[in-house]
């Protein structure tokens, strides 16, 4: 059974249109990631809630936020999506200092 | 924070042949480093992992070895298959939570 799920696998929004991914845990796992996979790149962490304590890479850009309502779900906002926001989209939990499980991923693309 | 680098980034090796990924990190701190195996259209998969209070681990025909010292920790896989082809990446903990990975190799096993 799928332990981390993220919905959609697959999509497709406009330029500058707001879109949500989301993500869900079965593991009850208190740590969730969410990684930006572009082609033929490494994973590059956009940041991370440990429990309800939200840490943001130095990096992110602002257009990129997350939410996460409860231990299982955690969201993905893309407030102004560009052409180069295009990627996959991988979310992650683990707990403290152990294995990650990673889901599927969403592919997202920006037409 | 934490940095990793891998090397090399492309290796083609023939059926049954050992394979060596190497990567080092700059976080003297850093405690845990897993390895992970990605499929095209996947998430990465968790292949072995190894503490910081173990030099060496061994699962079958894969094999991690660490040197806290130099900072460098290397995966070694024996008797390579072609189902072994895929990208594989290094990681290292970032104050004990998150994961920052290396930029992958694209691991090619011809039959």
């Known amino acids: 059974d799928a332990m981390v799920i993220q919905n959609p696998r697959y999509q497709v929004t406009q330029f500058g249109k707001p879109v949500t991914l989301s993500c869900s845990q079965t593991l009850n796992h208190n740590v969730m990631y969410w990684y930006q996979q572009k082609s033929s790149q490494a994973p590059k962490l956009l940041f991370h809630?440990?429990?309800?304590?939200?840490?943001n890479e130095a990096d992110t850009p602002d257009n990129f936020q997350s939410r996460r309502p409860n231990t299982s779900f955690c969201f993905l906002d893309i407030r102004s999506p560009g052409l180069g926001d295009a990627a996959m989209y991988l979310c992650?939990?683990?707990?403290?200092?152990?294995?990650?499980?990673f889901g599927q991923g969403t592919r997202l693309t920006v037409v | 924070g934490e940095n990793v680098e891998q090397h090399p980034s492309t290796l083609s090796v023939q059926e049954g042949d050992s394979a060596v990924i190497k990567c080092t990190y700059s976080d003297s701190a850093s405690n845990y480093f897993p390895w992970y195996k990605q499929e095209l259209g996947k998430g990465p998969q968790l292949i072995i992992d190894i503490r910081s209070n173990v030099g060496e681990k061994k699962d079958q025909r894969i094999a991690v070895t660490l040197n806290k010292t130099a900072k460098h920790f290397s995966l070694h896989i024996t008797e390579t298959q072609p189902e072994d082809s895929a990208v594989y990446f290094c990681a290292a903990d970032q104050a004990g939570t998150a994961l920052i990975f290396g930029k992958g190799t694209t691991l090619s096993v011809s039959s």
């Open positions: 992650a939990t683990s707990t403290m200092n152990t294995e990650a499980f």
């Open positions: 809630y440990y429990d309800k304590d939200f840490n």
